[in-house]
């Protein structure tokens, strides 16, 4: 078998009679093209894919011709029915009149155009493609005499789960509907929210075996064209063998790889993917996972719910307040804590300062060590409920904070006043919608608690200004980070710390919607049908 392998290095390159051997194993695939021979393509697929039980070889006849074809698909992958109907009747009950002796290519244009019912039809030569095509749920057919293979799509959609609400998005006012592990479906769910000629897909493989389909998403002639093709010559580059998800591509592609801070916005939502597209920028869908990437991102965006949008702005901008307050609070107020019971208790009210003090009467640490102890166990709570099956998970978290906040209060480990500040951190970390943005606020909180401990308000001023500093310092595609903040600009204004009325917001953010700047007309806001009349 050795030596009919290597033999197949000497293809014959001769039109529709092509010469050749089952590949051996080191031989690019790229350079082995489909022979006339249906037991030697037979062979080379053997060679490539081995003696797998769940690829199915199919031996056939065409019509009354008794021309021989032979059928390969994956069982599991593509539709079996669908092959069944489409593909095997169809060759089968062939009436034409097919020469098995003169073929040519109008004999594979007889077949694709009236002998196969299917919508989807390719020919090809090189197997390279052909199983790209193979290894995708496609069907391949072989003809004797042939030098091409044609593939049709019969792929399985019994291999995906059904469409359903994001866990970890979950509103009370908006869509149910989130993305799938399937590419196709989740292109859909687009072209629902988006019936315009302008939405554009543009697909590109990555993984040297995984062939992970990764498919860019933009409005074209919203979307700036320099993006589009910085985005597609950064998933260019990537050299690696296997992409499982969309995490492998966002640490190639991201613009500040050693950054607490994510320049890359994830969502699995198809509204704020539509919403997005709307705003000029560019999706990167990966098949196999839900998560959708958007680019560029700005800090507001993490801080934003697609809530916000769906609610009155009256709420939507309380909402939005508060859940900047609620970040502060997250990110600085162990620090602060620590800061003026250490350093600056003249600070505080006496009646304040002397209930602190007998609240940490005989407690053996110091507050910094205090509030690291509480906030490690808070964080290996939270992750063991994560990890946990979730009704038991759920348990865990607020069983366990309540019986380690309680019985370290008993033991005088820490103060309850320590599990007061601690808990009210963990809550309002809730708030914050992005969850990869919230791991951020709970990593950064540990250092900025240690300078606070070293050096008092001083060392709290200074960790928040370096944040402030180096998050003006980042980019995202080219869009500064704290973009309608620093620099300012009074439309971006408009949704950033609140979210102003619709009839308000003419105009896309400027950091991405420059090509189209106007997305709505002047001139509409409500009037009050009293006035109008004049009663």
Known sequence: MSKLFKSFKNISRKPYRREAQPPDQKQDKDFILVTNNLEQNRLALKSFLGDSPDIIFRDVR????GLQALVVYINGLADTDSIADNVLKSLISEARNIDPVDLKQSTIDTIKEHVLTISEVRETE???????????????????????????????????????????????????????????LNNALLRQRIKSPKLRFEELTIGSITQTEVCIAYLDGLADKKLIGEVKERLARIKIDGILESGYLEEFIQDAPFSPFPTIQT?????????????????????????ALIVPATFVQFLQSAEDY????????????????????????????IAVTTYHQEMLPSALALSFAAARQGIPFP???????????????????????????????????????????????????????????AIASFTIPGFVFGLSVRLLRFPIMALSASLGFFGLMMGGFILFV??????????????????ANWPGQKDIFIRAPWWTM??????????????????????????????
């Open 506 to 535: 003419i105009r896309r953010p400027l950091d991405t919607g420059h090509q189209d700047p106007v997305r709505a007309g002047k001139g509409q806001k409500p009037e009050n049908p009293q006035n109008k009349s004049g009663r």
């Open 126 to 184: 090189s197997f390279q493609k052909l199983l790209n095509y193979l290894l995708s749920g496609d069907t391949v057919i072989f003809i004797q005499g042939l030098e091409a293979a044609i593939t049709v799509s019969a792929r399985s959609g019994s291999v995906h789960r059904n469409v359903s609400e994001p866990v970890t998005e979950a509103v009370i006012r908006g869509p149910r509907e989130g993305f799938i592990e399937n590419l196709r």
């Open 310 to 337: 769906y609610q009155t702005f009256i709420f939507a901008s309380f909402i939005r307040m508060l859940r900047f307050i609620s970040f502060f609070i997250a990110l600085f107020m162990p620090s602060l804590y």
């Open 367 to 425: 507050a910094f060590v205090e509030a690291l102890i509480m906030e490690v166990a808070f964080e290996i709570l939270r992750e063991a409920g994560l990890r946990l099956p979730r009704p038991v998970g759920q348990a865990v978290s607020i069983v366990g904070a309540l019986v380690i906040g309680e019985a370290a209060v008993r033991a005088n480990i820490v103060s309850p006043a320590m599990v007061i500040i601690v808990s009210a951190t």
């Open 267 to 291: 969502t699995e939502r198809p509204d704020v993917v539509a919403a997005a597209l709307l705003e000029g920028r560019v999706v990167v869908l990966t098949d196999g996972t839900p998560m």
């Open 62 to 65: 065409i019509g009354k011709s």
């Open 470 to 487: 180096h998050m003006a310092s980042l980019r995202s595609f080219g869009v500064p980070y704290l973009a309608s903040i620093a620099p």
